[in-house]
Structures are given as C-alpha cells and as structure tokens.
C-alpha cells in the first residue's frame, strides 16, 4: 500500500513551488487552496508511482 501526501510534505512542496515559480504569487487564500490541493494530488500519485516499482 502506497503512503498517503503528509500535510508537511505538501507544505514544504507548495513553498519550494512558490519559490521556483511553478506556481504563482496569490492575492487570495483561494488560489493557494486550488494549488494546494493541485499538488497534493501530484505528491499522492508520485509515491503511488514508487510504491509500484
């Protein structure tokens, strides 16, 4: 069974995106939500991916 996105995982992947430009300033908390939800979703299939091989 593939381990679940921890919310320290997707924290410190939202600030290093946010750092790099993968994903933009927000002026709006919602927009930071869509994103965060976005890459949790990323983080989740990308330990799926490992856990199959």
Aim: hydrophobic residues 45%; glycine residues 4%.
């Amino acid at each position: 069974m593939a381990r679940s996105a921890t919310h320290e995982m997707i924290k410190a992947a939202m600030i290093k995106a946010i750092e790099t430009g993968l994903v933009p300033r927000h002026r709006h908390l919602d927009g930071y939500v869509k994103s965060w939800e976005s890459l949790a979703l990323v983080i989740q299939a990308a330990l799926e991916a490992t856990h199959d091989n």
